[in-house]
């Protein structure tokens, strides 16, 4: 008989709740305070369930992707991502008022073999110095800054000329914030770079990375920061330059 996934992973879950609660000796006025604010996220706005989930859960799917993936580590994608952003080739566009620290971002996309693939499509973005995404903010209505894709030619290289991203504040007026605040956690993110790649043949790859000694790095509110997904910053001319390279599995 197939197996049934659905009751196979939704019962684990119920098992492993009713374990915690018997564990802690949950109360049933803690109960009914459960079934209340879980009722909040009701008349909230509709980000607020996938902005919970992602906070408490999204790393964990990718731990478990890597569990069968050879390539470079994948991570949460989270909400800011655009496809409709502008190609580029050398650089992203910036808001030069805020005065960003210049940030080289460049690798090479490749097989686990190392080899490239030429023809991929590589997305970036990443917050302004602010904090901030284009397309998500005032004074940055369309999708257009701190954010482009690029076609990947026949070396697998690319270099972009962008600023240095910082950390930020998911939303926190609503139930995730709520909760992350009676949990005793702020709703900080560390500074990081996302990046998908797509490309024929081989599994989407969709990640972040973030700097060495980042502040919020070790306190992470989503928990997505893993060791392998921290970079040094190395030095051109004066820039700063991140080297991240992309190795692919195939499907
Ligand atoms: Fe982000």
Redesign the pocket.
């Known amino acids: 008989m197939k197996e049934n996934r659905v009751d196979i992973v939704v019962y684990d879950i119920i098992k492993a709740v009713r374990e915690v609660m018997l564990k802690h000796d949950v109360t049933h006025s803690e109960y009914l305070a459960a079934q209340a604010f879980l009722a909040t996220f009701l008349s909230a706005p509709a980000y607020e369930i996938p902005l919970a989930l992602d906070i408490f859960f999204d790393a964990t799917v990718h731990d478990a992707e890597m569990t069968h993936r050879k390539g470079s580590m994948t991570n ?1 994608q ?3 991502f655009k496809g409709d952003c502008p190609t580029v080739t050398t650089e992203l566009k910036v808001l030069p008022e805020k005065n960003g620290d210049p940030l080289i971002i460049e690798g090479r996309v490749m097989d686990v073999d190392g080899r490239p693939i030429p023809g991929a499509e590589l997305f970036v ?3 302004d110095p602010d904090g901030n ?1 284009s397309g998500f903010c005032d004074y940055m209505p369309k999708n257009d800054y701190y954010r482009g894709r690029v076609h990947i030619p026949e070396d697998g290289n690319f270099r972009l000329l962008s600023t240095v ?1 910082y950390a ?1 504040t998911i939303p926190h007026n609503g139930p995730t914030g709520i909760l992350l605040k009676a949990m005793g956690r702020h709703p900080w ?1 560390p500074a ?3 990046f998908i790649v797509n490309a024929d043949g081989f599994m989407q790859h969709v990640t ?1 990375i973030y700097f060495r000694e980042g502040e919020y790095n070790d306190t992470d509110c989503a928990e997505s920061v893993r060791a392998d997904l921290i970079y040094d910053f190395e030095f051109s001319d004066g820039k700063k330059v991140i080297r991240k390279d992309f190795y692919l599995d195939r499907i």
């Open positions: 949460t989270g909400p800011y973005w990443h917050s995404y991203p930020y993110r990081h770079l996302h972040q």
